[in-house]
């Protein structure tokens, strides 16, 4: 290969690099070795290092190219006047016969091949230094789309070349002490996949935001993929659990997040442009772009590609809008999460609170404070204050310059995958991208917090809020015999504890989803004709707008929210809580309050268990039983258990289960095992007819409280009497922990108490508990005490 220009994708490999560069050589390997597990790379070829160098010394540059550097560098040109002077330079330069030749002929043989008279190619830039494990910086180089006829493709070959010297590359190199002139450019001509009738994107074989390695991230958009890659649309996103894809029984989609998808990328015919960006119609963009097949398949790419390579992933995918065939079309290695350690991180939380301004999608998971830069278009960079937050609509490659002197940036435009998002994480910085309104909202010189701590939604708050920094070692975590496990409301927060080395979750609150996710009440889906109130109205059809049936709206999103909070734990267990709004809570929701009547005291009203089997709540619980059924038997998590709030006697605990079985949840049925809480004195002094009819018990320390002791847990004149270490609520405690393992069930905790006292979570190890669920923020510290405390019992 050392003397050939041009080489075909099936006769290069991995070990080509210094041939063909990083992406060239990727493409080529899965298109050799992956082509018989069934990932589709298009065919094509790249020009070698050998053509660039040939290139360069039949135009005799390299001594003007390196008097343009060191000009440069003495200061005597500006990084901008230099880039645009080398790349004059390139592309005054000729192809020498035989390269050109060469070019044109396997243009020729590859358009034979395929079978096509007018062969449309991307042609894409391939340095012999980047996409490496160690090197890697989003859009160095340059890619030209729908080149057609032998005079284009030369001319963007011309045009690769001189992307060489792009001013982001010049920076990059000089940043990674690459020397110019031994870096060589290899040009990768491929078949143009018709992404731009049926869509495109970019995939993670690993969660770009948190490094929780067992998800496949992909993200989605119509028209030509670029749109993704360079964060000027906000694409769908869907995640998909990776272990959980050899069972074909399974469909392990955990999260699919509709994107607005406003512009998109398409073929042109006008004039020279090759393509053109175009508003997407109004159905598209209330579509997903995928199905749950061609999501399932790119997910299955990912692993393949993963396993192969043995190391996370950074891919791009096309999908054909005529044949309707999936493309693989980029692979590199994924160069910030796979690079971490998996024993030590840092949590970092907000000590104060602010106005909200904005919000967006998460990337990193630190906090920066500072004052708003609001800078829309790249040749303002010296508006650009350094140690300042970058606000702008969009990133491209000719940002990285600006975004390198940044402390956090916020965009208008992009997701998870867009250029802002991947080079964030290569600097180390938070940004919040996709928030719609920044540049509109954020002012010049204003104070700022931005906050990526609170999951994966990202946040950004008036004024300069105090925050704390923890470094955690996994190492130093001691083992206990109590089972240790987490309390998790969030579906974006229990990705961001995936490290701890839990049992699994004691508690998952079901409401906190329903609030925050589906914020409409399940009846008003159920009967939306009972709705009287406009506004109301307005916001259930919007918020379900795309679904046929609005109950498979509550549904879907349930189930998924509940998958999402599965899959960093399995296959330990995760106890999911049935909903326990009071009707004053459901009331807030959309629709509720023609569903809810006034009560004296909620807190002891028509909530927990009596709504489930209730004439006037029994339809919207049959919803939350379909999402939990679909979890555990479409989506794979059989690890979810159901646990029951608030069941006051056997009776009531009779008819919740036979509801339960009347839709679909039939307690022993494919492993499904039903929990109660136990926090009602009735459950401690009957817990032996309870033990019979659920499998294992959870003390709720709170309300066992406030009704062991009389005193409203809310009541703010009372807390000095909320005291969970009293001796009549210890009393009740020890007396259930006795009687459930009298009855041979598991009990457990999941409150607040543990944490915050170290003498109740010794009580409780004393007492025998079988598992102490706890807020992950205070995980570590109490399982210290917990090994504490075994080791005095002992």
């Known amino acids: 290969m050392d003397d050939r220009y041009t080489v075909r994708f099936d006769e290069v490999g991995i070990a080509d690099v210094p041939q063909v560069g990083g992406k060239n050589a990727s493409l080529g390997e899965m298109f050799r070795t992956l082509g018989d597990q069934g990932v589709r790379v ?95 910086f989003a859009g160095a180089q340059e890619t030209f789309l729908n080149v057609v006829g032998e005079r284009q493709l030369l001319e963007a070959c011309r045009r690769c070349y001189a992307s060489l010297f792009t001013d982001r590359a010049i920076s990059y190199r000089e940043a990674q002490h690459f020397d110019h002139m031994d870096v060589a450019l290899s040009i990768g001509v491929q078949q143009m996949v018709r992404s731009d009738l049926g869509g495109s994107g970019v995939m993670f074989s690993i969660d770009t935001d948190t490094g929780f390695p067992r998800v496949a991230v992909i993200s989605a958009a119509w028209g030509l993929g670029e749109m993704v890659v360079q964060g000027a649309v906000d694409p769908d996103r869907y995640l998909v659990y990776k272990p959980l894809l050899a069972d074909s029984a399974t469909t392990p989609i955990i999260d699919m997040v509709l994107g607005a998808k406003a512009r998109k990328m398409v073929y042109s015919s006008r004039g020279d442009a090759r393509t053109r960006v175009v508003d997407t119609p109004a159905r598209e963009r209330r579509a997903f772009v995928l199905g749950e097949a061609d999501i399932l398949q790119l997910a299955r790419w990912a692993v393949l590609v993963e396993e192969h390579y043995g190391r996370p992933m950074d891919m791009e995918w096309a999908r054909d809008g005529v044949t309707g065939e999936l493309f693989m079309v980029q692979a590199r290695p994924e160069t910030v999460q796979a690079l971490r350690s998996t024993t030590n991180f840092t949590v970092h939380h907000l000590t104060e609170e602010g106005p909200l301004l904005v919000s967006g999608a998460a990337i990193g998971d630190s906090i920066a404070t500072g004052t708003a830069s609001v800078v829309r278009d790249p040749s303002q960079i010296d508006d650009f204050v350094d140690g300042g937050i970058l606000v702008t609509e969009m990133t491209d490659p000719d940002w990285v310059s600006i975004m390198t002197r940044a402390s956090g940036i916020i965009t208008d435009h992009g997701g998870s995958t867009s250029h802002a998002a991947i080079v964030s994480r290569e600097l180390g910085i938070p940004a919040v991208v996709g928030t719609g309104n920044a540049t509109e909202v954020l002012k010049n010189g204003q104070a700022v917090t931005l906050s990526c701590a609170e999951g994966d939604i990202g946040h950004v708050y008036e004024g300069t809020l105090a925050f704390e920094t923890e470094d955690i070692d996994l190492g130093t975590v001691p083992e206990t015999r109590t089972k240790v496990m987490v309390n998790i409301a969030s579906p974006a927060a229990a990705f961001q504890w995936w490290r701890l080395p839990t049992a699994g979750v ?71 809580r049935m909903s326990d709004f009071k009707t004053n809570e459901y009331a807030h929701l959309i629709g509720g309050r023609d569903f809810e009547k006034v009560e004296e005291n909620p807190m002891l009203g028509l909530r927990g268990a009596s709504r489930y089997y209730h004439e006037r709540f029994r339809e919207g619980f049959a919803l939350e039983c379909r999402a939990i059924k679909r979890v555990r038997e479409r989506t794979g998590f059989r690890n979810v258990i159901v646990m029951i709030p608030f069941c006051r006697t056997p009776r009531e605990a009779d008819l919740v289960l036979e509801v339960m079985a009347q839709n679909g949840l039939v307690r022993g049925e494919n492993g499904l095992q039903v929990y109660m ?40 004149e009372l807390a000095e009497l909320f005291d969970e270490r009293d001796e009549a609520v210890e009393h009740m405690i020890a007396e259930a922990i006795e009687k459930a393992h009298a009855a041979g069930i598991k009990i457990g905790i999941c409150g607040q108490a543990p944490s915050n006292y170290p003498d109740f979570a010794a009580f409780l190890v004393e007492k025998g508990i079988d598992s102490i669920s706890l807020n992950p923020d205070s995980f570590l510290k109490t399982v210290g005490r917990i090994a504490e405390a075994e080791a005095a019992t002992s």
Not at 64 to 74: F, G, M, P, Y
Not at 92 to 118: Q, W
Not at 124 to 133: G, I, K, Q, V, W
Not at 707 to 713: F, M, S
């Open 506 to 576: 004691g508690l998952a609150r079901m409401e906190f989803i329903i609030n925050n996710l589906i914020k409409i009440h399940p009846m008003a889906l159920v009967h939306p004709d009972r709705v009287t109130d406009e506004g109301d109205r307005r916001q259930i059809h919007q918020l379900t707008a795309g679904f046929d049936d609005p109950q498979e709206f509550f549904v879907q999103t349930l189930a998924l929210g509940i998958a999402k909070l599965a899959a960093p734990y399995h296959p330990h267990d995760v106890i999911v």
């Open 677 to 716: 809480m136990c926090e009602i004195p009735a459950n401690v002094i009957r817990a032996g007819e309870f033990a019979t009819r659920f499998d294992g018990f959870s003390i709720g320390s709170n309300d066992l409280t406030q009704l062991v002791l009389g005193v409203d847990r809310d009541s703010g």
């Open 42 to 136: 298009p065919d094509g070829f790249a020009t070698t290092a050998h053509a660039y160098r040939a290139f360069v010394k039949a135009n005799d540059v390299e001594p003007a190219v390196r008097a343009l550097l060191e000009q440069h560098r003495s200061g005597a040109a500006s990084l901008h006047e230099t880039g645009e002077a080398l790349r004059e330079l390139f592309l005054s330069c000729e192809f020498p016969a035989d390269i050109a030749e060469t070019i044109r002929a396997d243009y020729r043989a590859l358009a034979k091949r395929l079978g096509v008279e007018k062969l449309a190619v991307a042609v894409r830039s391939s340095a012999t230094a980047e996409d490496l494990p160690e090197a890697s």
